[in-house]
């Protein structure tokens, strides 16, 4: 059987044992990512109605990221980066950071932890709607079957969420700001893809999050600097402190690695962790409550994202269409 490898001019290439190795370690890297972000749900949801605001954790997650990527960055090797890619950081800040943390974490504060972890795998739809308008990538009868199953999914969600009188089922606000989120990130994909890919896992996070916090502090250092710190449970400090460092640190660093290895089809699978664990977790400790409706939404969201995932993209029809080379060719 073959590996699925690609090499990345920021990760050294290895021997044989190390190369064989490198594709079960992304798979780890992607598994454990997914499952902090499905954690994430339920006890962010937890810590944000037992003494901290949605824009409280946004700051968190934004600030504490950029401490903890400039501390990392001073042990590892240096990069040079140009004053224009600088300046382009500060676009994949705003949709990869500043508008993706602030509708998804707003949003999680108002909705369920288990629709907010649902809404997360609809992000490859409109990864590939994106792909359509902004890189020319043609929609094949499989991507709009996926698109239209998906889209079904995220109505009966925030239907759902419209006629529920319990907070645990979902709120059509948080609902839609989720959605909001996986646009924003989805936009972040297709614009700066390139331009991520040029740099290392820490440089380009060391930078975005750097930019996030300055974007966002201003807005939120009164509200934050008037928090009774004295007042908040220990539990809540324990669930802020895994947000921050393995739901936001750790994990964007296994995503960025996992991402370098395997293709993207591959690393979208991983998007149905997130739910797996999130809706567990939430049924579990009583955060959440899964209903029917909210079954078929996942299966209609996921049968939408594998169909999208599946169809060709438009390298694979330029490759089929160029003729084979056989042997005496050569």
């Known amino acids: 059987m073959q590996t699925d490898i690609k090499t990345n001019p920021t990760i050294p290439q290895q021997g044989k044992r190390g190369g064989a190795s490198r594709p079960l370690v992304a798979h780890l890297c992607l598994f454990c990512a997914c499952a902090f972000w499905g954690l994430m749900a339920p006890l962010g949801k937890d810590a944000m109605t037992h003494g901290f605001t949605?824009?409280?954790?946004?700051?968190?997650?934004?600030?504490?990221?950029?401490?903890?990527?400039?501390?990392?960055?001073?042990?590892?090797?240096?990069?040079?980066?140009?004053?224009?890619?600088?300046?382009?950081?500060?676009?994949?800040?705003?949709?990869g950071l500043v508008t993706n943390q602030c509708c998804y974490t707003i949003g999680l504060s108002i909705t369920s932890p288990v629709n907010a972890s649902i809404v997360t795998t609809s992000m490859p739809i409109f990864a590939m709607i994106l792909a359509f308008l902004i890189l020319?990538?043609?929609?094949?009868?499989?991507?709009?079957?996926?698109?239209?199953?998906?889209c079904a999914g995220a109505v009966i969600l925030i239907v759902t969420s419209a006629a529920a009188a319990n907070s645990k089922v979902g709120d059509i606000r948080g609902d839609l700001l989720?959605?909001?989120?996986?646009?924003?990130?989805?936009?972040?994909?297709?614009?700066?893809?390139?331009?991520?890919?040029r740099y290392s896992?820490?440089?380009?996070?060391?930078?975005?999050?750097?930019?996030?916090?300055?974007?966002?502090?201003?807005?939120?250092f009164g509200r934050v600097s008037s928090i009774?710190?004295?007042?908040?449970?220990?539990?809540?400090?324990?669930?802020?402190?895994f947000v921050v460092i393995f739901g936001t640190y750790v994990s964007y660093i296994l995503m960025m690695i996992g991402q370098h290895t395997l293709r993207p089809t591959v690393v979208s699978i991983y998007n149905y962790v997130q739910p797996i664990v999130s809706v567990?977790?939430?049924?579990?400790?009583?955060?959440?409550?899964?209903?029917?409706s909210q079954g078929a939404a996942v299966i209609l969201v996921c049968l939408g994202v594998?169909?999208?995932?599946?169809?060709?993209?438009?390298?694979?029809?330029?490759?089929?269409?160029?003729?084979?080379?056989?042997?005496t060719d050569a």
């Open 54 to 95: 949605g824009i409280d954790m946004v700051t968190f997650r934004v600030t504490g990221g950029a401490v903890l990527f400039w501390l990392t960055s001073l042990f590892t090797a240096k990069e040079h980066v140009p004053k224009k890619d600088l300046l382009m950081l500060i676009g994949a800040a705003v949709f």
């Open 136 to 150: 020319k990538e043609p929609i094949t009868v499989k991507k709009a079957g996926g698109v239209a199953m998906g």
């Open 178 to 197: 989720c959605l909001g989120a996986q646009l924003s990130f989805a936009l972040y994909l297709s614009l700066f893809s390139p331009l991520i890919r």
């Open 201 to 220: 896992v820490i440089t380009v996070n060391k930078w975005m999050f750097t930019y996030a916090t300055v974007m966002i502090l201003p807005f939120t």
């Open 228 to 241: 009774d710190y004295a007042a908040i449970p220990v539990s809540t400090w324990l669930e802020t402190g």
């Open 280 to 292: 567990t977790v939430s049924v579990l400790t009583g955060i959440g409550v899964f209903k029917p």
């Open 306 to 327: 594998w169909l999208v995932t599946k169809s060709k993209s438009r390298r694979d029809m330029e490759n089929e269409k160029q003729p084979q080379t056989t042997p």
